[in-house]
């Protein structure tokens, strides 16, 4: 039996607390997500970004216990709406993913069935999840939400191939909508769209949002974006959470140095006119043997000498918005621990 949480209150959808995930490969362990906590609220949209190979999509992965071996969940909880998701069993765990949590993928030909038609794929999709629906009512049901996300009702009789990439991608979310998730998890989803097309699923994932009241965790290495759309941003780097708070707080006062050296990077965000694209120094490390302590330490101009020896606590700087860095938990530091700056 499923095991209720009594804290689940307070519009948290989703906790993940502590969750690492571990790849096992020739030459090791890779530790892909190391001790990630963060919560998803109810109605929510929010940007998870980081570098390529920092953990974000296999923490999307690991939320839904969709790690495929070698990897696998090594530790941790996720409870979603009070439920302890790592007791279901493969029948609940089916039920989760359709019903409750939803995935568009970057490439939605890799999810679709070349040789099926469009309202094929949606039925299949209720049907599988709701055996007592019939066929016309699965139609009934398709052809609203086509509707409802601008691809007209003939396009429904078409397959994959017949379809623009932006119009597969709004097939994907009428996928994962068709069911009324409550979560929906979108892993790059709009990275192969041209601009226009982006802005437009964008728009259209906002208006959802806002009308059905479902969540979405917005995977993308697109800072950029995320200031667009989201509420609220959580920032990985090299598998652990480096930073969390509200857009606004986030890009206003980033807190931990990979998160202001990241905003610098990237042109239109916090630059000023006269202001130079700063490129951070070093490169992202290898997580076979990834550095002891804060991840971030070998790159960062900040770097104490606890930072090599130590992982920071993640701390709640108030209002919720979170760090994970010694700068700011210096109470908190090994008494025997120096601060003075290593010289880089
Ligand atoms: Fe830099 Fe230390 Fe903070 Fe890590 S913990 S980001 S190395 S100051």
């Given at each position: 039996m499923t095991q209720?949480?009594?804290?689940?209150?307070?519009?948290?959808?989703?906790?993940?607390?502590?969750?690492?995930?571990?790849?096992?490969?020739?030459?090791?362990?890779?530790?892909?997500?190391?001790?990630?906590?963060?919560?998803?609220?109810?109605?929510?949209?929010?940007?998870?970004?980081?570098?390529?190979?920092?953990?974000?999509?296999?923490?999307?992965?690991?939320?839904?216990?969709?790690?495929?071996?070698?990897g696998?969940?090594?530790?941790?909880?996720?409870?979603f709406d009070g439920e302890d998701v790592m007791t279901y069993d493969e029948q609940r765990l089916r039920d989760f993913r359709g019903r409750r949590v939803s995935m568009i993928f970057q490439d939605p030909m890799t999810s679709l069935n070349p040789v099926q038609r469009i309202d094929q794929h949606v039925v299949e999709a209720i049907q599988v999840h709701e055996?007592?629906?019939s066929l016309h009512k699965a139609l009934e049901r398709a052809k609203a939400l086509a509707e409802r996300l601008g691809i007209r009702a003939e396009r429904l009789n078409n397959y994959p191939h017949q379809l623009s990439g932006g119009m597969r991608q709004r097939v994907m979310i009428s996928l994962g909508l068709v069911l009324s998730a409550e979560l929906v998890v979108a892993d790059e989803a709009t990275t192969s769209l041209d601009v226009i097309v982006e802005a437009n699923l964008l728009d259209q994932l906002r208006e959802l949002r806002d009308e059905l009241g479902v969540s979405i965790l917005m995977i993308t290495h697109n800072i950029a974006l995320v200031a667009e759309l989201?509420?609220?941003?959580?920032?990985?780097?090299?598998?652990?959470?480096?930073?969390?708070?509200?857009?606004?707080?986030?890009?206003?006062?980033?807190?931990?140095?990979?998160?202001?050296?990241?905003?610098?990077?990237?042109?239109?965000?916090?630059?000023?006119?006269?202001?130079e694209l700063y490129k951070m120094p070093g490169e992202p490390p290898n997580l076979t043997h990834p550095p002891s302590g804060c991840r971030f330490h070998p790159r960062c101009p900040?770097?104490?000498?606890?930072?090599?020896?130590?992982?920071?606590?993640?701390?709640?700087?108030?209002?919720?918005?979170?760090?994970?860095?010694?700068?700011?938990?210096?109470?908190?530091?090994p008494a025997d621990a120096p601060e003075r700056e290593v010289s880089r």
């Open positions: 209720k949480h009594t804290e689940n209150t307070n519009g948290t959808l989703v906790s993940l607390r502590d969750l690492s995930v571990t790849y096992k490969t020739r030459l090791g362990d890779v530790s892909a997500v190391d001790g990630v906590s963060f919560d998803i609220r109810r109605g929510e949209i929010l940007g998870l970004v980081g570098e390529s190979g920092c953990g974000k999509s296999t923490m999307g992965r690991a939320l839904m216990r969709m790690i495929s071996p070698p696998y969940i090594s530790s941790g909880q996720i409870v055996a007592e629906t989201a509420d609220r941003i959580a920032v990985m780097y090299a598998g652990h959470m480096a930073e969390i708070g509200s857009v606004y707080e986030v890009f206003d006062e980033p807190l931990h140095p990979y998160t202001q050296g990241l905003l610098r990077s990237v042109p239109n965000i916090r630059l000023d006119d006269d202001e900040h770097a104490m000498a606890v930072c090599s020896r130590e992982q920071p606590p993640l701390l709640d700087t108030g209002g919720g918005h979170l760090v994970q860095c010694w700068l700011y938990a210096k109470h908190q530091m």
